[in-house]
């Protein structure tokens, strides 16, 4: 929004993001803004300002208010760097994908630059950067320990998990004259205390921020905690000693009901980047034909934020509510009736939930699936057919592919399911990320055994072949995972190599806030068993088990000559059935881009190229409301 479009009377929100603005419900400031403004109030945005300034800050007055601070949908330092710590040559959510549109660590910048330029005015962190980071934290890209964000970017409040809720908490009891320390107890927030606050009672304390500087075990106690207290129907207060400060956190929110879902999915959004774009949002375009269908995830992933963030109950929409945004979809100038996905975070947990209320509301699980499936868990894909099939018999629709990740351990418990997608929603190629096949390194990342994924590979294969169609299963991998030594990326090098998949892309694990497997990267301890893990460390021991993971390629043939005889399996290197690579030269070009201490500073660091730019999804890093 423009000064002028804000028009002569003061906004009551100003909401600051790191993104270009889409006024999409995909992208969580429109979510938090539409939401915000269904229930009467006046809300501005301003995008992507310069963050050396104040003035951009002030482009839209003094909210009466408060501020609303966000990184955007994705964490900075994900968006900017490749788990290399490359620097990334786009960003999917600036216009025409230009890169240096927003600072690192957004949302300290930003709000800095906010008390600079309206001192006095609340200032609200969200958004999954300023989520992950209210604890402290590993920084991967500094790689060291960094203390709780709401210390570093001085803001008054900060917003975790899903937005909605807390944030319309927050503005109606300021609208009603209070001040911003009235909102110390809405679930959902975090504050730190003045050095003169008395420290409320109850809540447990979490390992200080100097304990887990200097005792890795110290950091796996406070992630282990605060995966136990996610549950919003039994969780405690957490808080944690900084020097002489003091970082409170709220339990986290309730999840919006299906009722509430589908009244912010339905707002008026305009389904467009805002006008004063001159070149399209790439993020954009590639969700335009999609619609979202469920958020959270019962999975819980080592490597994925979602259960802290967006939580581990998914919640979904109603079959109705879908069915009238896509009648919508299908109404706006452009559509070509083809909509490229109907999911979310985990599309086929449509509708799935705990079915004892009783069990769930004392439940303190990470996953439902891991390492057994719940007895309470239900695994029901009707619903999600039955939405399939309602959506692609809608006037104007030809077809509906399923695009989000399907959980295959689940997928193959429904019968007929894999036969249904395979027939009907698959655009050529379907990807599910198996992640990888030793035992022991599915373990730690609390992924399904392998044998899941073979027969869902199976069934797919011979289900395409039934439906007369030629596609493809695209497995994703991961290499350098926490528990992934040499043995098992020898394993899963040669179950490519005998299943003669030439993966194109992989993902090399990134120790993000907020995970079970930073936790392990960090500590080399895995917090549960309390067992020792292999961690594969530095620039050259991670790149030498992604080299492996392209044993079709005769370019990477050197460098998996040179894991191979560094980790003492030379043996494996002839001609023979039992070797990986033939005979030849052994060298590692093992090239380490400089860390992002500076960025917007003239700092020079190596680019990655576009085999190494990974998606954010497999960190669950994006999506995420203020």
């Not at 007055?61 to 964490?75: E, K």
Request: with cysteine.
């Amino acid at each position: 929004m423009t000064a002028e479009e804000a028009g002569p009377e003061p906004l009551d929100v100003i909401l600051v993001t790191g993104d270009a603005y889409v006024d999409h419900n995909s992208f969580g400031v429109a979510l938090i803004g539409r939401w915000l403004e269904a229930h009467g109030f006046r809300v501005g945005v301003i995008a992507q300002p310069a963050w050396n300034d104040p003035a951009p800050f002030r482009a839209l007055g003094r909210p009466r208010l408060f501020f609303g601070v966000t990184s955007g949908n994705m964490d900075s330092m994900v968006n900017h760097y490749t788990a290399a710590r490359r620097i990334r040559n786009d960003d999917a959510y600036a216009p025409g994908g230009q890169a240096g549109l927003r600072p690192d660590r957004a949302c300290i910048a930003y709000a800095n630059r906010v008390k600079q330029a309206w001192p006095g005015v609340p200032v609200v962190l969200g958004g999954i950067e300023a989520s992950l980071r209210r604890f402290a934290h590993y920084d991967y890209w500094q790689d060291q320990m960094r203390r709780s964000i709401l210390l570093d970017a001085k803001a008054d409040l900060l917003v975790h998990g899903m937005g909605e809720l807390p944030v319309l908490e927050i503005a109606r009891r300021l609208a009603a004259g209070k001040g911003i320390a009235t909102c110390r107890d809405v679930p959902g927030t975090a504050w730190a205390l003045g050095r003169k606050d008395t420290l409320p009672e109850g809540g447990e304390e979490v390992p200080a921020f100097e304990d887990c500087v200097a005792d890795p075990l110290a950091f796996n106690r406070l992630t282990l905690l605060m995966m136990r207290e996610a549950n919003p129907s039994c969780a405690r207060a957490l808080h944690q000693r900084t020097g002489d400060r003091v970082v409170w956190c709220n339990p986290a929110a309730r999840a919006l009901t299906t009722a509430e879902l589908d009244r912010l999915y339905e707002l008026p959004y305009a389904n467009a980047p805002h006008p004063c774009y001159r070149a399209p949002i790439p993020a954009f375009a590639s969700i335009q034909g999609s619609v979202t269908v469920n958020r959270g995830c019962s999975g819980g992933c080592s490597f994925c934020a979602l259960t802290l963030h967006q939580g581990k109950d998914v919640v979904s929409r109603s079959e109705a509510s879908v069915v009238r945004e896509v009648e919508r979809l299908v109404r706006q100038p452009g559509f070509n009736g083809v909509l490229s996905d109907l999911g979310g975070p985990t599309a086929n947990m449509f509708h799935m939930r705990c079915n004892d209320e009783a069990a769930n509301a004392v439940c303190r699980r990470v996953s439902c699936l891991h390492p057994v499936r719940c007895k309470h868990y239900g695994t029901d894909h009707r619903p999600y057919l039955k939405l399939l099939r309602r959506v692609r018999s809608l006037p104007g629709v030809k077809r509906v592919f399923v695009n989000s990740g399907i959980r295959y351990d689940l997928a193959a418990m429904a019968p007929g399911f894999v036969e249904e997608i395979a027939a009907h929603h698959v655009s050529g190629t379907l990807t599910t990320a198996p992640e990888h096949v030793s035992p022991q390194a599915l373990h730690h990342m609390r992924k399904p055994e392998l044998t899941h994924f073979q027969e869902f590979m199976d069934r797919f294969k011979k289900a395409s072949a039934d439906a007369g169609k030629k596609q493809l299963l695209v497995p994703y991998f991961q290499c350098a995972h926490p528990g992934t030594g040499p043995a098992e990326a020898i394993e899963l090098a040669f179950y490519l190599k005998k299943q003669g998949l030439q993966v194109r892309q992989v993902q090399m694990f990134m120790p993000t806030p907020g995970t079970l497997a930073t936790a392990m990267y960090v500590s080399g301890v895995d917090p549960y068993t309390k067992k020792p893990v292999p961690v594969a460390r530095g620039h050259k021991e991670r790149s030498r088990q992604r080299a492996l993971m392209f044993w079709w390629k005769r370019e990477e043939h050197p460098a998996i000559r040179e894991a191979l005889l560094a980790w003492g399996r030379g043996e494996l290197i002839g001609n023979g059935p039992d070797c990986l690579v033939p005979p030849g030269p052994a060298r590692g070009g093992w090239r380490q881009g400089h860390r992002p201490e500076g960025r917007g500073m003239g700092m020079q660091v190596e680019r990655a190229s576009a085999a190494e730019v990974d998606e954010a999804r497999w960190e669950g890093l994006v999506g995420a409301p203020v």
